[in-house]
């Protein structure tokens, strides 16, 4: 750049700085102004009035915050740009309904009911409190009463099969036997074949099978559950026998 259009370059610069201080001096003259018109009354801003001064006072920075903001501190300025940053990674979740609440708690205290007969109001305000829900006792006797279950004393002296069942499963199985028709030399002949069902695993076991389940296989049955070393009872209180009419004629005979 020639020599002559820098040096006019400096002076229209120089220019326009002087002029942009004079405005700036005016602008903090008016403000001082209105403060002292305002007196001991507190200035309130919208929520737009404060996104709009953060956004201009964080591109400024707090040294020139420190010399020019006259509404509020730049410390203030700087808190409301922050909030303006943490609102954007904020994702609120959709609040619950009272509705919505109260079905969850009516659905947990009713598995607890079936699940343990011998709890009462309290245990299971105690488990509703551990899963987040502070429910009080007469809460949940409403809800037992209205679905048609008993309080814990009489729940507990009409256990049902069902519960039964699913609550000792591990230490149940359950043997039967299923038929088949096979033909042979002598004709069709029925042969009976004796299995054994862990409740718990749904695990199937076949036993033996014969034309003629008398006490001798029945017995054969019984030391092949009991007596081998992997026996399929030896882990297990009780065992639920059926047996078809057939089966228990020949045992009688």
């Known amino acids: 750049m ?4 820098h040096a006019l370059a400096l002076i229209f610069s120089g220019f326009v700085n002087r002029h942009q201080q004079r405005v700036l001096d005016f602008l903090l003259e008016e403000n001082r102004v209105l403060r002292r018109q305002l007196g001991e009354r507190r200035l309130r801003l919208n929520d737009d009035e404060r996104r709009r001064l953060a956004v201009r006072g964080k591109a400024l920075g707090r040294q020139v915050l420190e010399q020019f903001a006259t ?7 700087l808190r409301w740009h922050r909030r303006l940053i943490a609102q954007k990674w904020t994702f609120p979740g959709r609040r619950r309904s009272h509705r919505d609440v109260m079905r969850e708690i009516t659905e947990l205290t009713l598995r607890m009911a079936r699940a343990n007969p011998a709890w009462g109001y309290d245990r299971m305000q105690g488990a509703l409190a551990n899963l987040g ?14 679905h048609g279950i008993d309080p814990a ?12 069942l699913r609550t000792h499963a591990s230490v149940i199985a359950a043997a039967d036997f299923f038929t088949t028709e096979v033909w042979t030399t002598r004709g069709l002949v029925t042969y ?8 718990a695993t749904r ?10 389940p008398g006490e001798e296989f029945m017995k054969q049955i019984a030391r092949n559950l009991t007596d081998c070393v992997d026996g399929s009872l030896r882990t297990k209180r009780f065992l639920i026998v059926a047996t078809p009419s057939s089966v228990r004629g020949s045992l009688r005979s």
């Open 2 to 5: 020639p020599p002559i259009l």
């Open 153 to 164: 004393p009489e729940r507990k002296r009409k256990t049902s099969w069902r519960w039964f």
């Open 192 to 199: 009976y074949t004796c299995f054994v069902i862990d409740l």
């Open 203 to 212: 695990a199937v076991e076949i036993l033996g099978s014969t034309p003629h």
């Open 71 to 77: 509404l509020v501190t730049p410390e203030t300025i």
């Open 133 to 146: 829900h502070k429910v009080c006792a007469n809460t949940i006797k409403k809800i037992l009463r209205s």
